[in-house]
C-alpha cells in the first residue's frame, strides 16, 4: 500500500513528499563527506519500502519516519552518516524546545537568533502580553497594509499584496524595522530615517527636543545638526545672559533619548553634526572621549573640500560664529584634523561627514541645503524630511552558484513599488515631516548578505574582482530602481517637487532618491544573511541570547566547505571560534583562508574602497564600518579618513576594535571565544545600529 500522507509533529496530516526524505539523507550523507546524490535516492527508497511494510493501516508521523532512516543508514554500513542524522535530530529537537521557550511558533523554520529577535521587537502580542502572531503573520500582516496603497491609484492590490508577502516570507527582501513592527498597527510609523531642524533659540530646541520623543517613541532614529546654535560665551541679547553652546543642549537631547524607549522595544539613536567651521569643534570633537556622555549619539564632523585642501596643504582655516557670521579666529586644518583622528582612534568618534559631496548629489538643491544625516549616516535628509529603507537579500539572488540578475531586476521592481507605497500608509509624528516626504519621496533600496553572496560566488571580499562585482551590483540597483520609478511615475505622477528637482528637464520619475545602503542591523538577522555591505565578522563564535545563554554559531556555508573538502573537525571550529577566523590556521590551504576572509583581516583601504565602489552609483549614503584591529596606530585612521575624501564617499567611520568599555564584539572575552551579543549582526560594533 502507498504511503499518501504524514503527520506533522503539530497534528496536521499533509501529503508524503520522498524527495524531502532524499534531501535529509543526501544532506547527512554530505556531512560525512559523501556527496553522492544517487545514494540518496537509494536509501530513500529503502525508507519508503519500510514504510509500507510498517504502516499499512495508519499514517506514519515524522518521528516514526526519522527513525526509519536511522535504521537504514546502520544497516547499509553508513555508520558515521547515521551518527551525524541523530545528531542534526537532537539538534533540532533542542532548537524547538528553544522555540517553545520563548513562546514563539514559528512557521518559517528560522535559526534561534532569528526568533529570539522577532519575539523580542517584532512580533505582536495580546493583551496578557503573549506572542499573537507568528512569523508569517507577520509578514501577512506588513503585506496587507503596505499593497492596501495601490487604492489609492485604482489599482489591484491583492496582486501586490501576494508579491510584497512572497518576497518577505522567501527572505528576499526585507522593509527597515519599523515597518515590520507597526504596519496595521495603530502605532503606523512605518520610517526609520528622520533629521530635525535646531534653530538658536530655546524655543525651537525644545520643539525639536520633543519631536525626537515622539519618534525615538515610534520607532524611528534621528539626526541634527547643531551647527547653527550659537557658541558657548557667545551673548544673549534677549536676557544679556551667556550662551550654554550646543554641546549642552546635545547632552539634554542624549538624556531624554535615554528614557524615552522607542515604542517599548529598543531605545532610541541620533546623530550629532556640528560644521568643522564651528567655534566649539575643539570640544565637540573630544567630548565622547569623556565617560558616560552622549552614549545615544553618533556624532560626525561636517567638512568641507576647501577644509580638506587646507589639511593637505597646512593652511589655516577660520572659525566662524552662527549667529552673525563674523569669524571668531583662525586655526590650523591640520591640527584640527589631526584631534579628529586621534579621537576617533581613541574612541570610534567622530566620524566625517563629507558634506560637499552629500549637497553635489542633492535632489533638489532649490530646496535647501543638507546639513544632516540618519544615525549611521548613509541617508542625508532636508530638515523634516523622512525616508523609509529596505534591503534586498544578494543570497537569494543565486541560482546554481551563478548571480541570477534577472531575479535581481524583478525583486527591484517589486521592492521600489513596496518603499513607494509605504510614504503613502505611513502615520508620519509631524504635519512638517508628512508634508516635505511626501513632497519628495524619497525612498532607500540597498542590499544585505553581500559578503555572503561573494562568497558563494567564490570571490574574495578584498580583491579587484570583489569591488568589481560591488560596483555592478551597485549600478544595477539604481539603474532598475530608476527604471521602476519611472514607471510608477507614468501611473502615478512624479514627485510633487520634481519641478524644484535637478530631474525636472528630463522624464518625470517617483522618487528624488531610491537607493541607499544601510547596515540592515537585526533585519539581516531574520534573513540569516551578512549585515549590508560588510564582510563577515566571525567564522565561528558564541552569541549571548536567551538571557545570557552561550549559542556556538559557525558561517554554515563555510561548514559545507570544510566537510566537503575532508578538513572540518570539532577541535578545528574551536580553534577558530577563539579568533573568529582562519587567516592565522596553518593547517588550511590558502585558498579558503582568501575566500573566508573576515571584517579584522581586512585593511582599512580595502574597506575604503568597498564603500566607494557602492558609492558610485548610490543615490544616497553607503553605511560601512571601517574595523581596524587594536594595534592599528592613529596613522591609519588618518589615512582612512583621507582616502575616503578622495574616493568621494560622502561619510565615513572607523572603529578600532577595543577602544569602547562597551561594545557587542568581544574576541576572547570572558573565556576563550570570540564573544557577540544577542543583536549584534556585523556592523556597527558600537551598538548603534537603526534600520
Not at 523580542?120 to 500582516?141: C, S, V, W
Not at 567638512?303 to 572659525?319: A, C, P, Q, T
Not at 539604481?478 to 514627485?495: D, I
Request: glycine share 6%.
Amino acid at each position: 500500500m502507498a504511503i499518501t500522507k504524514v503527520k506533522k509533529r503539530d497534528g496536521r496530516i499533509v501529503d508524503y513528499d520522498r524527495t524531502k526524505i532524499e534531501l535529509a539523507i543526501h544532506k547527512a550523507l554530505f556531512a560525512t563527506g559523501v556527496d553522492n546524490q544517487k545514494m540518496a535516492n537509494r536509501l530513500a527508497l529503502q525508507v519508503e519500502e519500510n514504510l509500507k511494510s510498517l504502516f499499512k493501516e495508519k499514517i506514519p508521523g515524522v518521528e516514526d519516519i526519522q527513525d526509519i532512516v536511522e535504521k537504514v543508514l546502520i544497516k547499509e554500513g553508513f555508520s558515521d552518516t547515521a551518527k551525524a542524522y541523530i545528531l542534526y535530530r537532537k539538534a533540532r529537537q533542542e532548537l524547538r524546545e528553544a522555540k517553545y521557550l520563548l513562546g514563539v511558533k514559528d512557521d518559517l523554520k528560522l535559526n534561534l537568533n532569528a526568533v529570539t529577535v522577532l519575539r523580542k521587537r517584532y512580533l505582536l502580542r495580546d493583551e496578557t502580553g503573549q506572542i499573537a502572531e507568528t512569523p508569517k503573520d507577520m509578514f501577512k500582516r506588513v503585506a496587507q497594509a503596505i499593497s492596501r496603497a495601490d487604492i489609492f491609484y485604482n489599482e489591484d492590490w491583492t496582486v501586490s499584496f501576494r508579491e510584497f508577502y512572497e518576497m518577505m516570507v522567501n527572505m528576499e527582501f526585507l522593509p527597515n524595522s519599523p515597518t515590520l513592527m507597526n504596519a496595521n498597527t495603530p502605532v503606523g510609523q512605518l520610517s526609520a530615517c528622520f533629521v530635525l531642524p535646531v534653530p538658536d533659540s530655546i524655543p525651537g530646541i525644545f520643539d525639536t527636543l520633543k519631536y525626537t520623543a515622539l519618534i525615538h517613541q515610534s520607532g524611528g532614529g534621528t539626526g541634527f545638526s547643531f551647527s547653527k546654535i550659537r557658541p558657548e560665551g557667545d551673548i544673549v541679547k534677549s536676557t544679556k545672559g551667556i550662551a550654554s553652546g550646543p554641546l549642552s543642549f546635545m547632552k539634554i537631547y542624549d538624556m531624554a533619548t535615554e528614557v524615552v524607549k522607542q515604542g517599548g522595544r529598543r531605545r532610541g539613536a541620533n546623530m550629532g553634526i556640528l560644521d568643522v567651521s564651528h567655534p566649539d569643534i575643539l570640544e565637540f570633537i573630544t567630548i565622547k572621549g569623556k565617560k558616560g556622555l552622549l552614549n545615544n549619539f553618533n556624532i560626525s564632523v561636517a567638512v568641507s573640500d576647501e577644509f580638506m585642501r587646507k589639511v593637505e596643504s597646512d593652511e589655516e582655516y577660520e572659525l566662524i560664529n552662527p549667529r552673525n557670521r563674523s569669524v571668531v579666529r583662525r586655526i590650523k586644518a591640520r591640527e584640527v584634523f589631526d584631534l579628529i583622528v586621534y579621537n576617533a582612534w581613541a574612541n570610534g568618534d567622530p566620524g566625517l561627514i563629507f558634506i560637499d559631496a552629500i549637497n553635489r548629489a542633492n535632489p533638489t538643491p532649490e530646496l535647501g541645503r543638507i546639513e544632516s544625516t540618519n544615525p549611521c549616516g548613509e541617508q542625508p535628509l532636508l530638515p523634516y524630511e523622512s525616508c523609509n529603507l529596505g534591503s534586498i537579500n544578494l543570497l537569494k539572488m543565486i541560482r546554481d552558484d551563478k548571480f541570477d540578475w534577472e531575479k535581481f531586476r524583478k525583486t527591484i521592481h517589486k521592492a521600489v513599488h513596496f518603499l513607494d507605497n509605504v510614504i503613502d500608509i505611513n502615520k508620519y509624528p509631524l504635519p512638517e515631516i508628512e508634508r516635505i516626504t511626501k513632497a519628495n519621496r524619497k525612498i532607500g533600496l540597498g542590499i544585505m548578505g553581500f559578503a555572503d553572496c561573494l562568497i558563494r560566488l567564490g570571490i574574495p571580499y578584498d580583491s579587484e574582482e570583489g569591488l568589481d562585482f560591488a560596483e555592478k551590483v551597485a549600478k544595477f540597483l539604481t539603474e532598475e530602481a530608476r527604471k521602476a520609478s519611472y514607471e510608477l511615475a507614468r501611473r502615478r505622477g512624479a514627485f510633487p517637487n520634481f519641478s524644484k528637482s535637478i530631474y525636472k528637464d528630463g522624464e518625470p520619475i517617483r522618487n528624488a532618491t531610491v537607493t541607499t545602503i544601510a547596515p540592515t542591523g537585526t533585519i539581516s538577522i531574520i534573513a540569516g544573511v551578512s549585515s549590508g555591505i560588510e564582510p563577515l565578522f566571525a567564522l565561528s563564535y558564541i552569541r549571548l541570547a536567551m538571557g545570557g545563554h552561550r549559542l556556538l554559531e559557525t558561517n554554515e556555508y563555510f561548514e559545507e566547505v570544510m566537510r566537503r573538502r575532508g578538513l572540518y573537525s570539532p577541535d578545528l571550529i574551536r580553534e577558530i571560534a577563539e579568533k573568529g577566523g582562519v587567516k592565522n590556521q596553518p593547517s588550511l590551504p590558502e585558498d579558503i583562508k582568501r575566500l573566508f576572509v573576515t571584517a579584522l583581516d581586512i585593511t582599512p583601504e580595502w574597506h575604503i574602497k568597498m564603500q566607494a565602489a557602492f558609492q558610485k552609483y548610490i543615490d544616497n549614503g553607503v553605511s560601512k564600518t571601517i574595523n581596524l584591529p587594536y594595534e592599528a596606530s592613529p596613522e591609519s585612521v588618518r589615512q582612512t579618513y583621507l582616502l575616503a575624501w578622495q574616493l568621494g564617499c560622502k561619510g565615513i567611520t572607523v572603529y578600532r576594535y577595543g577602544s569602547k568599555e562597551e561594545q557587542v564584539l568581544y574576541i576572547k572575552p570572558r573565556d576563550e571565544f570570540m564573544t557577540v551579543d544577542e543583536e549584534f549582526s556585523g556592523g556597527c560594533p558600537q551598538g548603534t545600529c537603526i534600520s
